[in-house]
């Protein structure tokens, strides 16, 4: 079965520094990859997917991604970091023909101002 | 649009007590999730559906937990009878992809089970 590490289970960014979120995965093919967040007391959204093609993807409030097969990671990134991201991040791992989606712990992001 | 809507979004009930929770997703989504959120074992997919048909369950921890999905705008996770080792927040989500692959799921706001 496919399964998602997130090395990081806390990270402290001051607010307009850069952020990397890091996400490795285990699967044997090319799997489905996503980034969700979660804001205390929500439900978890959707910042980006991976499904094939261009391996640096764009998602919603200014965070992108980067698949790296060679390193079976897939990295979240923001150039900037606003107050209102602090949240609970969370790498996805899906595979094709399955709706069994793998989470990962998550990294909890706390922004300095 | 209406997202998925998950009820109750608190309950607090005694040991031994039924709970049943409730989940309506999105409309025209085919699979349906539900997942539970602890601290010690994060988020933990539960059991899902695939037009209304329970696909893998495996993940239920025991027989005290059972879903159902009567129709397509409705789900239901009942515990019976519920233990301290339930409390989590549980969660519902709902997904457009129909059969086969993994499609981005759609989440509710959870309904957060305090077992006494």
């Known amino acids: 079965a496919q399964s998602v590490t997130q090395p990081d289970i806390h990270i402290t960014v001051s607010e307009g520094a850069s952020l990397e979120l890091r996400c490795n995965y285990s699967y044997g093919a090319t799997p489905y990859l996503f980034w969700y967040v979660q804001s205390p007391g929500q439900g978890l959204q959707l910042l980006l997917k991976?499904?094939?093609?261009?391996?640096l993807v764009q998602g919603i409030k200014g965070f992108e991604a980067e698949f790296k097969r060679s390193q079976s990671s897939f990295n979240l990134r923001k150039p900037s970091v606003h107050w209102s991201d602090a949240a609970e991040y969370f790498c996805?791992?899906?595979?094709?023909?399955?709706?069994?989606?793998?989470f990962g712990a998550g990294t909890r992001l706390t922004v300095k101002p | 649009d209406a997202g998925v809507i998950q009820s109750p979004r608190h309950e607090v009930t005694e040991m031994g007590q039924e709970v049943t929770l409730r989940c309506k997703p999105i409309s025209g989504h085919n699979s349906l999730f539900w997942y539970r959120q602890t601290m010690m074992r994060g988020l933990e997919l539960l059991i899902y559906?695939?037009?209304?048909?329970?696909?893998?369950d495996s993940g239920m921890p025991e027989d005290r937990f059972s879903a159902k999905m009567p129709n397509a705008s409705f789900s239901t996770l009942k515990i019976q009878p519920s233990e301290p080792r339930d409390s989590a927040v549980y969660f519902c989500?709902?997904?457009?992809?129909?059969?086969?692959?993994?499609?981005?799921?759609?989440f509710g706001e959870g309904s957060r089970l305090t077992v006494l």
């Open positions: 989500a709902s997904s457009p992809r129909q059969g086969g692959g993994t499609g981005e799921l759609f």
């Open positions: 996805a791992v899906g595979i094709i023909n399955n709706n069994d989606m793998r």
């Open positions: 991976y499904f094939s093609g261009d391996t």
């Open positions: 559906f695939n037009n209304n048909v329970p696909i893998d």
